[in-house]
């Protein structure tokens, strides 16, 4: 997951250096840029909005970020769980 969302990330900066820059696709998925920093190193993995939101912006499916039904710790209990 990780090294997919770095890769993605660097990939369309070399195309459009300003849209892709940390800084700037951490402003336009709403988190900060300490926070797609960790994304990137797989210490930490974005809630379901964000890795919607990320997917987005990279052009790509949730799925192809190796995000796909794993919840994040900011997502809470699963709703089977919760009741």
Known sequence: MAN???????????????AFSLTELAHRIGVAERTLRYWEAGQTRPSRRHARALARELGVSVEELGLEDRPSE???????ERA
Do not use: W
């Open 4 to 18: 997919r969302i770095r890769e993605l990330r660097l990939k369309l900066a070399a195309q459009h250096p300003r």
């Open 74 to 80: 900011e997502d809470g209990p699963a709703p089977e």
